[in-house]
């Protein structure tokens, strides 16, 4: 790439987080703002099971599963706050032509900060929906912030964060659209919850596409050879976290809330086929709506209602005969 060229995408890219991050402080909320005594309302815990089966009837399954859920994307959206944080004070001594002014700095920073307030949020959602700590012994926070603790460039690190961040960004995209379908009137305290966390969601998802779409490109090979090792080497971690959590929200609360759960299923199907695609065969980085075929389009539509994650509307349909699930 010729410096004229870097010139034209490093104002580019200056003026797409500028964009994104112009209203971050008008469409975002803060914990506080939340009425928590609403959490565990009596019409909570049936809505759940509806989110999560279909119908009621699986109330405790359902919270033990939500529970499981958000503490554990709380966990990752802390490292994902820290690592943005590393990200930053790395790049203060390397400016360049992205990093001049403001914006990027600006945009990291807002996504840092939004991060931790969700890790904030869904902890103490969930703490008050089930009643325990939601803690396990193996949270590997050491070795997940590790993984980005190399001589790497900055935005190789930031690249391969966003496209971590991204997967479960997408998976939970499409559960708010799910929420947003079974209750359009927002009466439920879960789906306000996934509205608000989507509200920043929607700035995160558009800065991830800015590192895979515009920053990527503009790396070396070796650099981006770098960003797929550190995505599957913080991917692996998280797989290895999720096992935590199954097994300490199972044995905590004493349910199964993974048989027969079809919402898990979806969930697992979405994120294996969002990861699995991220990297084309051609080796650049795809966005989840690159990657719906006409199996994905199915499921997504009976799940949430919408053939779309993160592009829309294309289309709003029904939910499917069973009120979702595979
Ligand atoms: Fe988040
Ligand atoms: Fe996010």
């Known amino acids: 790439m010729t410096l004229a060229e870097r010139s034209d995408v490093a104002a580019q890219i200056r003026g797409e987080l500028a964009s994104i991050t112009r209203l971050a402080h008008v469409n975002t909320f803060h914990p ?37 859920e958000l503490a554990q994307l709380a966990e990752i959206e802390r490292h994902v706050s820290a690592v943005m944080t590393l990200v930053l004070g790395e790049l203060q001594d390397r400016p360049d032509e992205i990093n001049t002014g403001h914006e990027l700095h600006h945009a990291l920073s807002c996504f840092a900060a939004e991060e931790i307030q969700h890790a904030n949020t869904f902890y103490r959602y969930v703490r008050s929906l089930s009643n325990v700590e939601p803690r396990v012994d193996a949270g590997l926070f050491g070795e997940r912030l590790a993984v980005f603790q190399t001589d790497d460039h900055p935005y190789v690190k930031l ?10 960004e997408s998976v939970i995209t499409v559960f708010e659209h799910r929420t947003d379908a079974l209750d359009p009137m927002r009466n439920r305290f879960l789906t306000r919850l996934l509205h608000t966390h989507g509200l920043d969601e929607a700035r995160h998802v558009k800065i991830d596409h800015v590192a895979m779409k515009l920053l990527y490109p503009a790396l070396d090979s070796r650099q981006r050879d770098r960003v797929r090792t550190l995505v599957s080497a913080i991917e692996e971690l998280n797989r290895r976290l999720a096992g935590a959590f199954q097994q300490a929200t199972a044995e905590t609360l004493g349910v199964d809330f993974v048989t027969g759960n079809p919402a898990a299923v979806v969930q697992l199907e979405m994120t294996r086929r969002f990861g699995a695609q991220l990297f084309a065969p051609d080796g650049s980085l795809r966005d ?13 539509a009976d799940f949430s209602g919408q053939t779309w994650v993160h592009r829309g509307p294309r289309a709003v349909l029904a939910l499917g005969a069973a009120g979702g699930a595979a």
């Open 288 to 300: 989840v709506d690159e990657m719906v075929d006409d199996e994905l389009h199915r499921l997504l």
């Open 32 to 68: 506080n703002a939340f009425d928590w005594a609403e959490a565990t309302a009596p019409a909570e815990l049936p809505f759940l099971s509806e989110m999560a089966f279909g119908e009621r009837g699986h109330e405790r399954q359902a919270m033990a599963y939500i529970t499981k």
């Open 159 to 168: 690249i391969a964060l966003c496209c971590s961040a991204y997967v479960g």
